[in-house]
């Protein structure tokens, strides 16, 4: 190894994180030890004169290791390499300190700040010592998609994919497509129709030659990584064998099981139905009681199974508006029918809707508001006198009255939850499973669509509840993602990733079994573990797993991070025995 | 005890309101905030419209609080939504009105324009006749007058000598008098029955009913509770319309053989100081809100419904009569004094048969018993909480 030449550079971030640390001590102390060549500070390390500063250093001093100390490394990291890189250095010899998340902005003490401060610095440069260049691989992408889902989040995605060009592979576990939309009678809020929708579009990606439908088939297995995907679709003739460079994850929701929740009576009493039971009675244009009767009450209870935490504590976002989609139907096809609303929240955020929820409530709706947190709606059989089939009982929370409702039939909004396939599906294609059931994306704001496995997309149902005009949007967000990859043909892939030493190497198969990604395979020939370097994201679980060493993480190995460890006690100690005097 | 919910109750009421925007409140409260007269178990208005909105009739039978609610209208300006709470009070109190008449008349008149109209030209028209027929003007009745030369107003029917004609009009007095009171005090009976003894939830404590019955005549007399809303203005008004109409009924019915005398007595005398004294004050009251129910800018008088004209409108035919027969009378003006008195009555009669039980005036009765009637119940209200305290804790 060559002998490190170290540059140090302390960041202001203005005042963020001057007025807390004292920086110029910290560049000072800095600069007085072993193998600094340059330690500086400045107020905006992130800027263009910051950079240049670097790249003028390392061009000057024939600097070999960089530590920046500054913010997360989440927002700068990549700036910073990017700049040693354009000064000739491999951008893997570079570390930053966080002293300002990590520091100035949790503290208030500016001695005992500056000493922590200055610890992380130390254990940068401890660390930087044995950093090691690493060189940055590109892979191919495989133009064709890989879509499961036939729903409508998969078919837009389908579309746009395939009238791009390029081959889509559509799977499909029924015997049809079209999903829950199909289910459905009209839209809210403008009352479109879904079946025109959902038919035009079943048209389109059935006369689409670059799309290909695979019905009634699961997915099993998925091997391979972003750009070179592969899976084995068992078909009722043949197997067939796909490539593909991306998929799209759509496989949509599925209602709660009404039964669970006991108190509503459903299957106890005949006539209380579910939203997508309702949905046919309206499809056929015949809302009758099952004995065969028009209704002259009909209750619609919101949030069944949402927004509770004895069953799903989230809201499913399209049930409030597809009360009122049903209150409106329900005045137009039988005028002197009474109807009520047990609601506990009305959510209208929609485009439309808020305008959607006063026309309705103009429209003789009587709107109840039930507590989800002590009290959903009973229902019972109603007495002879009643002069209708069920009573719900209540507490009012608006007027504080204990109510009952007459009804003929009892409508559930009931809730949506993941599509029971989804852990399958997860663990085929290398997603995780958010704590609600749904597929985890990866970052919840900024990118909504990707998952933590790079070519993996999520849109729809499958990723939170969702009305249609969100699932279409993500579905061709997903879309564009992933004909920006195949535009651009390569993917560059992260280097920081586990690596086998195969001398050493035991077989013991410990590391496959505790890799998250699935990123590590048996070499059958030669007894030895194998990384693939494009699924592994560098996580180290199974280098601190690896009872012989043999496997090791790129950039984190236990060098470096030992020597981080030492640097940072170094001034720690002296920290800790500070703060006991103090105490004491 | 839970309380049936009814979709269809909404439409039931629009007949007594005119304003039908209730079903925009979703319930911020802001009413029931700038109310200055909500207190702690009385949140109207907020609680009102909830229950109307859910159209929980048993519910509304037992509750007092529109008639504690004296439309200022600051709820309706201040509504975000404007949902017209104010008006809803109103509407409610005629809707109440309806509830408490055993007789169903009283909502045949406020829900049909035949029935109010009908009934007030029917009775008109039974005086007029009446009159005519039995009790007809005199030959020779223009030498009627006395030496100051005004009308000798008992003196001008054919047959009869002016005690007779006198004792004539003060028994039909009473006898109106007394049909008047026996509905209003069975109807206020009706009220008690489901405001007090049908609300399981309270039992009012004997002694309570004793206590606080002098809140009865004190707002009777004084209008409190009105005087607390913020604009005075319409509380003078209403004051000196009452103390002036009472004044007035008191002279026609109980002195009516000392007001109605042959003799125009000078000006400083008391029939005459007092009968000044009403017949402005109800003209007062008269100019203040028709011109304010015509501008319609104060929110209170925004919303005319056909029963709040009609009581304008019987109330001055009435006061203008009743003023022509003076002045005709002080003319010497033998045979307009005559009709103008017919027309007097023909007025009178069916304003105070029909509005009193029936309609707009009954409030004469059912405000002062709706104030005593929710003290009985904060006092009831009271009493339970208090025992709750002392009940040991498990």
Redesign the interface.
């Known amino acids: 190894m060559k002998e490190p030449k170290i540059g140090v550079y302390i960041c202001w971030c203005g005042t963020n994180i001057s007025h807390m640390v004292d920086v110029k001590a910290i560049t000072e102390e800095i600069g007085d030890m072993p193998n600094i060549k340059v330690s500086r500070n400045y107020k905006y390390m992130c800027s263009d004169p910051g950079q240049d500063l670097i790249i003028s250093d390392i061009k000057k001093h024939k600097l070999n290791r960089i530590v920046v100390a500054a913010c997360s490394p989440r927002i700068h990291e990549l700036t910073f390499r990017k700049a040693i890189e354009n000064a000739g250095l491999n951008p893997y010899l570079f570390e930053m300190a966080n002293i300002r998340e990590q520091v100035s902005w949790v503290h208030t003490d500016i001695e005992a700040a500056t000493e922590k401060a200055k610890s992380l610095v130390i254990a940068a440069i401890s660390k930087v010592t044995h950093h090691e260049e690493l060189e940055r691989r590109t892979v191919d992408i495989n133009p064709a998609t890989l879509i499961i889902g036939g729903g409508i989040t998969g078919m837009t995605a389908a579309l746009d994919i395939a009238e791009s060009g390029f081959k889509v592979y559509l799977i499909e576990r029924d015997n049809k497509l079209g999903g829950v939309v199909s289910k459905v009678d009209l839209t809210f809020p403008y009352m479109s129709s879904a079946q025109q929708l959902i038919k035009s579009l079943i048209n389109k990606v059935s006369n689409n030659k670059n799309i290909e439908v695979f019905f009634n088939t699961k997915i099993k297995e998925i091997n391979g990584y972003v750009g070179n995907f592969e899976t084995k679709l068992k078909l009722q003739k043949k197997a067939r064998e796909l490539k593909f460079g991306n998929m799209i994850l759509a496989t949509g929701l599925k209602p709660t099981d009404p039964e669970s929740i006991h108190e509503i009576g459903y299957g106890r009493l005949p006539d209380v139905v579910t939203a997508l039971e309702f949905e046919q009675m309206l499809i056929k244009g015949n809302i009758k009681t099952k004995a065969g009767k028009e209704p002259n009450?009909i209750l619609i209870v919101h949030c069944v199974g949402s927004r509770n935490e004895k069953y799903n504590p989230y809201c499913s976002r399209t049930c409030c508006m597809t009360a009122l989609k049903y209150s409106n139907q329900i005045r137009s096809a039988l005028p002197k029918t009474?109807?009520?609303h047990a609601y506990s929240d009305m959510r209208a955020f929609g485009k439309g809707c808020e305008e959607f929820y006063?026309q309705t409530?103009?429209k003789?709706?009587?709107?109840?508001m039930y507590d989800q947190k002590n009290d959903i709606p009973t229902l019972r059989r109603a007495g002879k006198n009643d002069r209708c089939n069920i009573i719900a009982?209540m507490y009012?929370k608006?007027?504080?009255?204990?109510?009952?409702?007459?009804a003929d039939i009892v409508i559930l909004m009931i809730s949506m939850e993941a599509h029971e396939n989804v852990k399958q599906v997860a663990h085929a294609a290398g997603v995780s499973i958010c704590s609600n059931g749904f597929f985890m994306e990866k970052h919840p704001k900024l990118d909504p669509i990707a998952t933590t496995t790079d070519g993996v997309y999520i849109a729809g149902t499958c990723q939170s509840p969702k009305d249609i005009p969100d699932s279409v949007s993500q579905a061709r967000a997903a879309a564009a993602r992933i004909l920006t990859s195949i535009s651009v043909g390569k993917v560059e892939i992260e280097l920081t990733t586990a690596v086998v030493n195969e001398d050493i190497c035991g077989a013991c198969h410990t590391c496959i079994n505790v890799c998250p990604y699935s990123a590590i395979s048996f070499d059958e020939e030669k007894k030895v573990s194998v990384v693939n370097e494009v699924i592994c994201k560098g996580c180290g679980t199974c280098s601190s797993a690896c009872p012989t060493g043999a496997i090791s993480a790129r950039h984190f190995t236990d060098k470096q991070i030992l020597s981080q460890i030492e640097g940072l006690l170094a001034v720690s100690n002296k920290l800790s025995e500070k703060l006991e005097m103090e105490e004491v | 005890?839970?309380?049936?919910?009814?979709?269809?109750f909404?439409?039931d009421l629009k007949k007594f309101g005119i304003a039908e925007q209730w079903?925009?409140c979703f319930?911020c409260g802001n009413c029931t905030a700038v109310c200055p007269l909500t207190e702690n178990g009385f949140l109207f208005p907020r609680?009102g419209i909830?229950?109307m909105?859910?159209?929980?009739k048993e519910?509304l039978a037992t509750y007092v609080d529109p008639w504690l609610c004296y439309y200022c209208g600051e709820c309706s300006e201040t509504c975000p939504r404007e949902a017209n709470p104010a008006e809803l009070m109103m509407t409610l109190r005629r809707y109440l009105t309806s509830v408490y008449d055993w007789t169903g008349l009283s909502k045949k008149i406020y829900t049909s324009k035949w029935w109010e109209f009908g009934s007030i030209i029917i009775i008109a028209l039974l005086i007029i006749v009446g009159f005519l027929i039995y009790l007809p003007l005199k030959s020779g009745a223009d030498a009627m007058v006395n030496q100051s030369g005004s009308v000798m107003i008992n003196s001008l029917v054919e047959g009869i000598s002016a005690g007779q004609f006198v004792r004539i009009i003060e028994i039909g007095d009473w006898t109106m008098a007394i049909i008047v009171a026996a509905l209003l005090i069975s109807n206020i009976l009706n009220m008690f029955y489901k405001v007090i003894l049908s609300d399981n939830a309270v039992k009012v404590p004997f002694g309570t009913y004793f206590t606080e019955f002098w809140r009865l005549i004190y707002n009777f007399a004084t209008q409190a509770k009105f005087s607390k809303c913020d604009d005075r203005n319409y509380w003078v008004g209403h004051l000196l319309l009452m103390t002036g109409y009472s004044i007035m009924f008191a002279l026609v019915v109980i002195a009516l053989p000392l007001f109605q005398i042959e003799e125009i007595v000078p000006w400083y005398n008391w029939q005459r100081l007092l009968g000044y004294y009403a017949t402005f004050g109800i003209l007062f009251f008269l100019i203040q809100v028709t011109i304010g129910r015509i501008k319609k800018q104060d929110t209170k008088l925004k919303f005319s419904h056909p029963s709040d004209w009609l009581f304008i409108i019987m109330l001055a035919l009435t006061t203008i009569t009743g003023i022509l027969v003076h002045i005709f009378r002080l003319n010497g003006m033998v045979e307009a004094t005559y009709y103008l008195y017919i027309a007097h009555l023909a007025v009178l009669v069916p304003m105070i048969v029909i509005e009193v039980p029936f309609s707009k005036w009954s409030h004469l009765a059912y405000r002062p018993f709706a104030v005593y009637f929710s003290r009985l119940k904060k006092a009831a209200v009271k009493k339970i909480e208090y025992q709750r305290e002392l009940a040991p804790a498990i």
Request: aromatic content about 6%; glycine content about 6%.
């Open positions: 009450n009474s109807i009520y006063s409530g103009r003789n709706a009587v709107f109840l009982h009012e608006l007027s504080g009255e204990d109510i009952e409702i007459p | 005890m839970s309380y049936r919910v009814n979709s269809e909404k439409s079903n925009e319930h609680q909830r229950v909105q859910m159209g929980l519910k």
